[in-house]
């Protein structure tokens, strides 16, 4: 039903190296963290002074008429007054009641915090892609399961039309073992397009190309429980969501920091270099004049009342730290009972899928001997299908309970913070 052609084998390490490489969601987080530490760069710290360049020429064309203090009289029609100017000035703030040094610690901070926020995001997709990587690989053993029963079927069916032209059995036996062989053709029919569906969906995922031909790889291992111990004692300090919530503590403390700043003054050092031309009609005592040369000032600036609203926001900051604590406490105690529930879900699983290991070669005896027993008539066809399902049935439950085993694994894992720093 399917044609056997050699394809590429996406690999475990391959999967989750074009996932980082191409994913939309981690290309856009990273994106999200470039601009952070933009932010963070001493250019946008409020540290560096500010330096401008200005310029500016006027002209005016007036009828003047001026009278001097010897009563002299003087009448211009048409004067002119012509004035050239530039200057280069400097800005800079001194001291800003620590403003800009909590701000400045705080873009650090928030750096930090876009890290983790790309973590999370490598973390949850890589989660994802396993999930559907470990389905393609269920799915793909599934049809080895349904190759086998459909093989089986196809012997039968073909022992029964012998057996029925030499008059061992009637008709139903044939009858039967077609209804059974178009049964088992449909299931496998349906598998295969499930898996195609599914391959497709790994493919968005790593983000390559939709028509893709690539098969996976099936073998799964799992952790040690020892080193799943330790995981889970040290996932107080690996946590995400823990290591998150306490970096908005951190950036919330800055802000409330920052936000004092406004009961302090400000102190701001100001310089220029200017250059000024001007020639004057005969109506002024110079007729031109030029000049040149430095100008500096020292300025504080003390705003005593602002009319409450810096008080307020002071006040605002600091519930927000008490509230970024409790937020804290939440987070512990929910990352304590996701820990103990995945962990206790792994386990059940795993020893589920120990029990159907133990149920395939139960299942697998049973249906050799009802082969056994077929053929030498003890049985009819009926019991035969019956053992035949019973054993398709048990190693498909047994790819279902391997997979979800290895998936409660890894949520384990992620939740551990340890998700990244295994060898799948």
Known sequence: LVSVQAQEVLTKEAAIQETLENN??????NNDLEIADNNQDLLNSGYLPSLTGLAGASYNLEDQEVTFNDGTLNVVDGAETKQYNASVNLNYTLFDGLGRWYNYKRLKEAYNLGELQVRQTIETTILQLFSVYYEVARITENID???QTFNNTKNRLTRAQYSFEYGQVNKLEVLNAEVDIVTDSINLLNAEQ???????????IVNSDLRRSFEVDTT????????????VKTADTNNIRLLQARKNIDITDYDYKASKSVFLPSVGLSGSYGWNKGTFPTTSFASSRTTTGFAAGLSLTWDLFDGGSGITTVKNLRIQKDTQ????????????????????????????????EQNVVTAQNNYDRSQERYKLGQITS????QAQLNLLNAKTNKNLAKYEAKLAELELLQLTGQLLNIDF
């Open 24 to 29: 939309f969601g981690i290309i856009i987080a």
């Open 325 to 356: 604590a409790l937020l804290l406490q939440q987070i512990e105690n929910e990352v304590s009972r996701d820990i103990v529930n995945a962990q206790d879900a792994y386990d059940n699983r795993l020893e589920v899928f120990h029990l159907q």
């Open 220 to 231: 799964v291992r799992f952790i040690g429980v020892l080193e799943l111990d330790r995981f």
């Open 382 to 385: 009926v019991e035969l299908r």
């Open 145 to 147: 399961v349904l190759k």
């Open 194 to 204: 499930q898996l195609r569906n599914t391959k497709r969906d790994l493919t968005v």
